[in-house]
Structure formats: structure tokens, C-alpha cells
């Protein structure tokens, strides 16, 4: 898709066009399913997140001030989204949850253990530019203005992040 083709669905969402901004839905949907689920690692809640995430952006399309960060902005509505769904989720513990940890527990930990699980062992301002640098490859500059830091904070982080990894890994 070229990107002009996108900044006009952007403008039409923006004036209030729901078909626009319903196509521009249909362009991410797979991207910001595979982003709720790195944050999230649950299939219904990551669907949830997606689906939360698309109706705060149809809310707030009029705050977007450029067409071109469209996906950028989309991004961190989906992050602050799945960190506030994972902070409801946190008291609870599901059944199926506590079944798959007896399950992984009569594993051997060292075969189960993934790259998955250590980045979520990190803390979570190393887990976001990982997962935005490596899962979905974005620039510094990308990560830098969706987490709203400067880049030499996602420089230092991912730099911490791989150190954490190679000692939990």
C-alpha cells in the first residue's frame, strides 16, 4: 500500500469518514493483533486489547496532528491499552493459567523456556523497545516517539535489555 493512499484514508478518518478509518483497520489488523499478543501472550485478551485499541482511535482520530504517524500513534494507544488491560488482569488468575503453569512445571524449565518469556521477565520499559526494535523492526526514532522518550533512552534500554536477556537466557 502506498503511503500517499494512507494519508488520505488518515484525512478522510479525521474529517469522520468510518469507511476510511474502517480500511486503515483493515491494513493493521494483523500488525496490531501481533503487537497485543507480545504485550499481552493471550489470544483473547490480545483480541480484546486490538479491539479496545480500535475503538479509543476512533475517539480520538481528531487529536492525530499528522497523517504519516498514523501507524505510530496507533501503536502507542495499542501499548497503553494492553499495559492497562495487564494491570485489570494482574489479581486474577484464570484457571486455564494455573493449569498451564502445572503443565510447564512437569516440563524441563531450561527446553520450555523461550525468548518470549525472558523478554517478560525484563522490566517493562525494556520489554516495549524490544519488542518494538526486533519484533516488529522499527527505527530508534520510531520507538523513541511512540514510548514519548528520547532516543538515546531507547539506545540505553535496549542496551540493558540484551545485558538482562544473556543472563536470564
Known amino acids: ?62 487529536t492525530l496532528k499528522k497523517e504519516k504517524y498514523f501507524k505510530t500513534w496507533m501503536t502507542r494507544i495499542l501499548i497503553n491499552t494492553a499495559k492497562d488491560m495487564m494491570e485489570q488482569q494482574r489479581p486474577v488468575l484464570q484457571l486455564e493459567q494455573v493449569s498451564e503453569a502445572a503443565a510447564e512445571s512437569r516440563n524441563n524449565v531450561e527446553e520450555k523456556m523461550d525468548l518470549c518469556d525472558a523478554i517478560h521477565r525484563l522490566p517493562e520499559q525494556y ?19 511512540i514510548l514519548q522518550i528520547p532516543e538515546g ?9 540484551k545485558q538482562e536477556l544473556r543472563s536470564i537466557l
Do not use: P
Request: glycine share 4%; aromatic share 14%; no cysteine.
Open 127 to 145: 520489554q516495549s523497545v524490544v519488542i518494538l526494535k526486533y519484533f516488529n523492526d522499527m527505527k530508534l526514532s520510531e520507538i523513541a516517539e
Open 1 to 62: 500500500m502506498k503511503e500517499d493512499s494512507i494519508e488520505r484514508w488518515v484525512k478522510k478518518a479525521i474529517r469522520g469518514n468510518v469507511d476510511a478509518y474502517g480500511q486503515l483497520v483493515e491494513l493493521y489488523k494483523t500488525y496490531l493483533y501481533k503487537m497485543a499478543w507480545l504485550y499481552v501472550r493471550n489470544e483473547d485478551l490480545a483480541l480484546d486489547v486490538v479491539q479496545e485499541s480500535i475503538l479509543k482511535g476512533f475517539r480520538q482520530i481528531k
Open 153 to 161: 533512552s531507547v539506545s540505553a534500554y535496549l542496551f540493558r535489555a
